[in-house]
């Protein structure tokens, strides 16, 4: 009865109970209601995944160069200056999803995005923070929650460190590309949820990739995205590839992959 009630009935149905009940009372909410708003669960268990920026490189580099070609001129930020910053933000993004699902800043924190509040993106560093999220997989039981990477004492990354000269020139940089190439927001912090990015695996073979998922709960999206970088990015997949038996993109060529995935940002020139 309670599956056919409109979602606004559903809310006032489960305020209702604190006009009727002492002040004190916790309503018993019913599964289609926690179900429809996401309220946290509890018989669940949690899984953390490593998702760390360092392995990526080729579809930012192909972005950049895209770029570069579509204007014909030379950028103010260099193309290692540009896979430094894209990383750092993709490192940012994984730490906010920390904070937003344990509830705590992670160690080494960059406030980049507390300082600077929502700014332009190339749409496929975009689309991977988009992806970077917790999932709850209904079929396992299991909440896959990406975790950074610890940083070393010494001899960490550059993508640890946030240099103001970089920030600005890459920002200007997605500025002024907006109108010809797709440029998307960085996520709200509130945006944490993704889907089932981390229940998959991929295998390149021969130049060829093949992504694969543990359940059948990965999206095409999915696929594409664990498609078009490199594997080592989700450091410690929960499943490895052997266990893996749901196809999402099967024998695709890796780089006309990336590279007709990198393109199809590039807006019609009017």
Request: proline share 7%.
């Amino acid at each position: 009865m309670m599956e056919n009630l409109p979602q606004p009935s559903l809310v006032n149905h489960a305020l209702s109970y604190h006009s009727i009940r002492p002040r004190n009372y916790i309503p018993f909410l019913e599964s289609s209601i926690v179900k429809r708003f996401n309220f946290p669960r509890t018989n669940y268990t949690r899984k953390d995944v490593t998702v760390t920026p360092g392995p990526i490189e080729g579809t930012i580099l192909s972005t950049y160069r895209i770029m570069q070609v579509i204007t014909g001129i030379n950028f103010e930020i260099t193309e290692a200056e540009f896979l430094r910053m894209s990383r750092t933000i993709i490192l940012m993004r994984v730490q906010d999803v920390y904070a937003c699902s344990k509830g705590l800043y992670s160690s080494n924190f960059l406030p980049l995005t507390r300082s600077r509040g929502t700014f332009l993106l190339p749409a496929p560093i975009a689309d991977l923070c988009y992806q970077i999220g917790y999932y709850y997989s209904p079929i396992l039981g299991i909440r896959f929650e990406p975790v950074p990477p610890l940083k070393a004492n010494v001899n960490s990354p550059d993508w640890w460190t946030v240099d103001n000269r970089i920030v600005e020139a890459y920002l200007r940089l997605c500025c002024r590309m907006s109108r010809s190439y797709t440029m998307k927001e960085y996520p709200s912090f509130k945006e944490c949820e993704a889907t089932g990015l981390l229940l998959t695996n991929s295998q390149v073979v021969n130049n060829c990739v093949t992504v694969k998922s543990f359940t059948n709960e990965a999206n095409m999206t999915d696929g594409l995205i664990r498609a078009v970088h490199e594997n080592g990015f989700i450091d410690n997949a929960p499943y490895p590839s052997d266990n893996c038996h749901f196809n999402v993109i099967s024998d695709k060529n890796f780089t006309e992959l990336v590279n007709a995935y990198v393109a199809s940002y590039v807006k019609p020139y009017i």
